[in-house]
């Protein structure tokens, strides 16, 4: 599912362990082969931040994801990667500010609308004003935290590919919210319309999402779905705020070949006109079985139902990320220089 914005060898197909391309010995590069590993939990796009980052520091990644939601740390601090970090195998990767389980699930049990990303909405705005101002005694890891999107993001997500002559332009669109497996199979069923598709995905605005699913609906902002989107291989390009209605203008501007729908409901636009009534006209519209049930309010409900189950684990992994913040900071004070900035990329 993720893309390497730095395209690496491993494209070329080549297997791990191999050398690559018949030239001198000397010459041979050995493929470089990355481990991480972590919980990996409702996957958002700090993950997919995490494993873009891992990919490129080598030629073939290989991910280890834990049974258990624990933390990689011993209460004394002492991390599980001594061994690696000795044999100086060991490299970080930059945390992505502002994005966690914890959080995301902290919105679907809460019900807040705070993410929505609106200027005039003042929780929104109370929401970004609290930007780095963790909640005081509580772990700077398991806490609610504000997603400030920049361009340098977006960058380093995107494919930066325009469309190419013979490409066939392939147009969805939706709330690709809390983008998980269905949408992920419904993009790879998509990307398979054409032998060389360039698959647009038009997001709709918190805003229009609200309208038409309701309740706190999108649990994600359109800046975190922006990224999520990004970060899958069959996407080549985002629409930020696409209009409801694919109408003549966005078409004829993208030119685009193809527009699918999954077999979810299509909810009507506000005048109950159908969205898709243009590409319909046009004979360009197809409707594509994912092969995959799951639907955002199928993860909402699972996590409201284990409720009590997340509270309880959310409170065991805080006290013992505090108990390894606070023998952090006591290691600091000590003027100790060892190296425990791993706890950072929990
Ligand atoms: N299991 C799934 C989930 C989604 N989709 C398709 O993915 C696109 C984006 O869906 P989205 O707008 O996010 O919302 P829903 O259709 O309501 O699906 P979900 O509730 O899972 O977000 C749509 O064409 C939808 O039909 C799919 O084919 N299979």
């Not at 805003?207 to 999520?228: A, D, F, W």
């Not at 319909?280 to 139902?305: A, H, P, W, Y």
């Amino acid at each position: 599912m993720i893309k390497n914005g730095h395209h690496t060898s491993s494209e070329s197909g080549a297997e791990p362990g191999s050398t690559v391309g018949a030239c001198s010995p000397e010459k041979r590069k050995r493929v470089v082969r990355v481990w991480c590993d972590g919980c990996y939990d409702m996957v958002h796009y700090g993950h997919s931040n995490q494993l873009r980052q891992a990919k490129a520091m080598g030629d073939y990644l290989v991910v280890g994801v834990h049974t258990d939601d624990d933390i990689t740390l011993t209460v004394d601090g002492k991390d599980t990667y001594d061994e690696v970090k000795r044999m100086g195998r060991y490299r970080e990767c930059k945390r992505t500010q502002g994005v966690s389980t914890t959080d995301l699930v902290g919105r679907m049990l809460l019900m807040t609308k705070a993410h929505h990303s609106n200027i005039d909405n003042s929780d929104y705005q109370q929401h970004t004003d609290n930007f780095g101002k963790g909640p005081k005694g509580h772990s700077p890891w398991t806490g609610v935290s504000q997603f400030l999107q920049t361009s340098q993001k977006i960058i380093q997500f995107a494919s930066g590919k325009e469309p190419q002559p013979g490409d066939t332009i392939i147009y969805v669109a939706g709330a690709f919210d809390l983008f998980h497996i269905g949408h992920v199979d419904f993009l790879e069923t998509v990307y398979k319309q054409a032998e060389r598709p360039y698959v647009i995905v038009g997001l709709h605005f918190d805003q229009e999402v609200n309208r038409y699913k309701g309740k706190n609906y999108p649990i994600m902002n359109v800046h975190e779905r922006t990224l999520s989107v990004l970060a899958c291989r069959y996407v080549s390009e985002v629409v930020i705020g696409a209009p409801y209605a694919v109408g003549k203008d966005l078409l004829d501007h993208f030119k685009v070949d193809l527009v699918c729908h999954g077999k979810t409901e299509v909810f009507p636009d506000k005048d109950g006109a159908d969205p898709y009534a243009e590409p319909k006209r046009r004979g360009i519209f197809r409707t594509l079985d994912s092969g995959n049930g799951l639907t955002t309010d199928d993860i909402v409900q699972r996590i409201i139902e284990n409720r009590l189950q997340f509270e309880a684990r959310n409170q065991k992994k805080e006290a013992k990320e505090m108990a390894v913040f606070e023998a952090m900071k006591r290691r600091e004070e000590g003027g100790k220089s060892e190296d425990c900035a791993q706890a950072a990329a929990l």
